[in-house]
């Protein structure tokens, strides 16, 4: 099992605290392109749905979004703010082929180990329908950490995230770059990586 329970610990404590720093109508550009990188009506899969914001979005904009979350306590937050009926799973659920047309894995496989990372990313593609797009969001740096509230991160260079999608059959479209103020305080860079089967 990749759950890491210490990580699990911190957002089932603190999703209201979590909610309360995400929640906002402000723009998302990169949850827009991938909107439009999609057919009418498409598939998609939102890993690690947190509050339930981005797939709120999505369905909005008349996609079909399973969300999936592994923290009980974000679930309820999904449903609570959005009326997101998101499905308690880990990446370790992740299974089947040529079922979404999308994945939007924005800052969730940052949690993954780096032992699992790859594996969970060959699943999506697997789970990808032929011209399936993904968007990964990832913390960068060089280590396996834990930040100041208890959380697990695997951080990765743009070089090594972009050896790992290519070997598992992704082509990379798109880099986007920023940093942010995370729920510990800290502000940390991270990358937004476009990609598709």
Known sequence: MSVDKETLAVYEARASDYAKMVETDAP??????????LPKGATVLDLGCGTGRASARMVAAGLNVDARDASPAMIEQARALYGVEAQLATFDDISGDDIYNGVWANFSLLHASKADFPRHLLALHRALKPTGHLHLGM????????????????????????????????????????????????TAPWILITAHV
């Not at 998302?28 to 990188?37: C, E, S, V």
């Not at 950490?145 to 070997?167: C, K, M, S």
């Open 28 to 37: 998302f550009p990169a949850l827009d392109a991938f909107i439009a990188r």
């Open 139 to 186: 913390k960068t740096g060089t280590a396996e950490i834990r930040d100041g509230i208890g959380r697990f991160y695997a951080l990765y260079t743009q070089e090594e995230l972009d050896h790992i999608l290519t070997n598992v059959g992704f082509q990379i479209s798109r880099c986007a770059f920023g940093q942010d103020v995370g729920l510990d305080g800290v």
